[in-house]
């Protein structure tokens, strides 16, 4: 095990690819030289050449076309675009052709590719650049999508997504980049889409954190075991396609009461999806309806006070559990 940076372990995990397979390019903007927005194809240019790590235009549309047609010929591009927010303009190509192409050619083409893009709050960015779109990308079928939170599952998840002849939405949160942790030094280690991480066991309830949101979801955990006595068993899913529902309503069926944490918007969300699985088939299991701790239905502000308001902490995940137990709720610890 070597301890880096979930930057890093990206890098390690594209270089790694990179060498075990020639069929695989990185193009995005900036993304030779300069070595990305946020510095995760730092130094790749220098050891691959430009022919395999290619700086492109400011249009999304374009990069991500050239991504789906040199895919469906056999190649397997990585896409890098700077923000999520950004992937709204090249919509049209990641919908109706990288998700579509495979149903409708028959399965007689695939199209193996992968693309990288930053989201999340906390870096004042504004709401051009600051925002939370798994559940854009998760309503969409012929899509996979990943959400690592750790270092760890950064590279052993881009690894998989890499490997897979399938499109893949990687969505890594900016204010993840600079955290370190364990990462194994094998070259052949993966993460395998479809397995949820059960961060912390616990038998009174269940925080399900997207993203990011996952570790804000472990800090309320630990807190409600302080002051209030409650165990909480925090669930990371790191895919949202495909999702590991069974984990997620074993868990269920141990605590019987769930709340789930995302940065996004409320309306249509990850959580309100969530929810609606574990109603429709864990019903029998809850002992509360399902919390839902989400973002603020409104534009990402820019005032870094006002910013900080706008996605959850763990003061609402605690309130939101705490609202579950009702009159039985655990009294302070003090």
Known sequence: MAEMRYREALNQA???????????????????????????????????????????PISENTIVGLGVGSAMTGLRPV?????????????????????????MFGGQVS????????????????PTHSHSFEALYLHVPGLLVAVPTTAADAKGLLKTAIRDDNPVIFIEHETLYGQRGEVPDDPDFTVPFGLAAIRREGSDVTLIGISRMAQTAERAAEQLAADHGI????????TLRPLDLDTILESVAKTNRCVIVEEGWPHGGVGANLAALIQEQGFDDLDAPVGRVTGV??????????EQISFPHEEQVIEATLALFGDRKRASRG
Not at 111 to 126: E, S, T, Y
Not at 231 to 238: F, G, N, Q, T, Y
């Open 14 to 56: 594209l270089a790694e690819e990179l060498e075990r397979d020639p069929n695989v390019f990185l193009m995005g903007q900036d993304i030779s030289v300069f070595g990305g927005a946020f510095k995760v194809t730092e130094g790749l240019m220098d050891r691959f050449g430009e022919k395999r790590i290619r700086d492109t």
């Open 297 to 306: 239905d409104a534009p990402m502000p820019y005032a870094k006070s006002l």
């Open 111 to 126: 199209v193996p590719l992968v693309v990288r893009m930053p989201q999340g709050a906390g870096h004042q960015l504004g």
């Open 79 to 103: 896409i890098e675009l700077m923000t999520i927010n950004f992937s709204l303009l090249a919509l049209d190509q990641i919908i109706n052709h990288a998700a579509h192409v495979r149903y």
């Open 231 to 238: 165990e909480a068993e925090v669930i990371d899913p790191r």
